[in-house]
């Protein structure tokens, strides 16, 4: 099975930058489909990033072009998410997916799941 652990959330000021990762165990490799996803208080979980290394190809929600950055490091099944510009609209629980196949942001695609972390803009 795949274990996803995020980290690197917290706590910035509007204009500022946070780097979240996500490390995979189990079966990740670089065939599968990684994104990044968020849900606030309130609102329906939405797409943020998504990357498929298989193609080449990643998404980024309209919200995020141009701030956000998704990379991903295979040799350590890890999953980035630079942020900058960051502005309180950004705030949420930040989670990191993956799935066998592209689902690009469609969250409801994904199977596997890890915890979250909160990321708050003020």
């Known amino acids: 099975d795949v274990q996803l652990v995020e980290s690197g959330g917290g706590s910035v000021q509007a204009g500022g930058s946070l780097r979240l990762s996500c490390i995979g165990s189990?079966?990740?490799?670089?065939?599968?489909?990684m994104g990044w996803f968020r849900q606030a208080p309130g609102k329906e979980r939405e797409g943020v990033a998504s990357i498929w290394l298989i193609r080449g190809s990643t998404a980024y929600a309209d919200s995020v072009k141009g701030r956000f950055t998704i990379s991903r490091d295979n040799a350590n099944n890890a999953l980035y998410l630079q942020m900058n510009s960051l502005k309180p609209e950004d705030t949420a629980m930040y989670y990191c997916?993956?799935?066998?196949?592209?689902?690009?942001?469609?969250?409801?695609?994904?199977?596997?799941w890890g915890q979250g972390t909160q990321v708050t803009v003020s």
């Open positions: 189990g079966y990740v490799d670089s065939r599968i489909c």
């Open positions: 997916a993956a799935d066998e196949y592209n689902h690009g942001l469609a969250w409801r695609q994904y199977q596997h």
